[in-house]
């Protein structure tokens, strides 16, 4: 794991934009899987910029979504779904082929996890994951207690996960189950960044590079990630005690 520090929001979210930029040019067949939520807006908007304007050529590029809501529909504004596709599929215009989400309508989950698990397999694994970090310590929806080994997966969701989420949607709503890809995934995956920025954010990245290794923290798991990459401002880095 790496600690790369910059000075705050936008500089983060340019960090991670150009990195994916770069890696598509290199890799135009690249796989990426990114979290939504309020932490990676600004990288895929600047993400979806930066490819238009570089005019590089993304038709073989494929894109899969970290996690989703159980029984949201893709037009409620604040599910993934519709978070990638007003800031990703719509302004790169990407075929429906070139991107994979759990559909979290489906009546059985248990296959749409099986999918998305064939889904990656047959891409070869990921190239790069662009994920956050909840309030509890969680990646996608690996709440805490979440085995490091497990692939794509239907979860309770906790507590903190269900209030913390109401900051998405446009009024209350009842949050039960989150289904996302999983641990197995993340750690096979060759580059991932954890990226966090704000005050709220620095006990959870002290946690998370500092603290010890547990299911019962997730994010510490990015400890065991030889091509991990935590990607913090200063703020979400100034409850550190060791310089890294
Ligand atoms: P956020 O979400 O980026 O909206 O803070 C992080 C998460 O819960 O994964």
Known sequence: MQIIRVKNYEQLSDYAADFIVDALKNKPNLVLCMASGTTPALTCDLLAQKLKKDKVNYSKFTFIGLDEWVGLPPT???SCHYF?????????????????????QADDLKSEC?????????????????????????????????????????????????????????GPIELGKGITIG???????????LIANGIKKAEVIKKTIEGPVTENFPASIMQQHENGFVLIDEEAGSLLSKPH
């Open 76 to 78: 409620n504004t604040g």
């Open 183 to 193: 641990f197995g995934h993340l750690m096979n995956t060759k580059k991932v960044f």
């Open 114 to 170: 099986e999918k998305m698990d064939k889904f990656i397999a047959g891409k070869g694994d990921i190239d790069i994951m662009v994920v956050g970090i909840g309030m509890n310590g969680h990646i996608g929806f690996n709440e805490p207690g979440t085995l490091f080994a497990t692939l794509s997966h239907v979860a309770e969701l906790d507590e903190v996960t269900k209030s913390v989420g109401q900051k998405y949607f446009k």
């Open 84 to 104: 990638f596709r007003t800031k990703i599929f719509e302004p790169l215009q990407l075929k429906p082929s070139q991107y994979h989400l759990f559909n979290a």
